[in-house]
């Protein structure tokens, strides 16, 4: 409409509740959690470098914000090369072993952090 806002000290921009990654290629996200291949629901397991990380895709019991906070690192990590991610086969692995336990514990497959175990390993 023409109009201006001034005084800003940031822009936050969100999707909204629906998973959908309409802007990226299906083979590398899918909308769907049961293909969603995402290593401890972070990194795209189908690429051959990890240059794409996803943070905050998830539901957990508690606080968001410090488990996003450690996806970023984490990823900001990897990016410099301070830390590796395993290889694709090892990534897929523990990616069916997650949705087995989540099928297991909820009936279906969701994007959701299994808590503390998940949040220790995410920090290490």
């Keep these: ?3 201006t806002v001034d005084g ?3 822009v ?3 999707t909204g509740f629906g998973l959908k990654f309409s802007f990226i290629d299906e083979s590398i996200l899918q909308d769907n959690p049961e ?3 995402l290593y401890k629901l972070v990194f795209p397991a ?3 470098k990890p240059t794409l990380s996803v943070i905050g895709c998830l539901s957990t019991v508690g606080a968001h914000p ?3 906070e450690l996806q970023a690192r984490w990823a900001a ?3 410099l090369g301070m830390s590796k991610l395993p290889d694709k086969e090892t990534m897929l692995k523990r990616i069916r072993a997650d949705r087995l336990e989540l099928k297991q514990r909820f009936g279906h497959v969701q994007l959701q952090l299994l ?3 998940d949040r220790d390993e995410i920090a290490e």
């Design 1 to 3: 409409d023409g109009s």
């Design 8 to 10: 800003l000290d940031a």
């Design 12 to 14: 936050v921009f969100a």
């Design 35 to 37: 293909d969603l291949d």
């Design 46 to 48: 189908g690429l051959t």
């Design 66 to 68: 410090p488990i996003y």
């Design 77 to 79: 990590r990897v990016f």
């Design 115 to 117: 808590n503390l175990p």
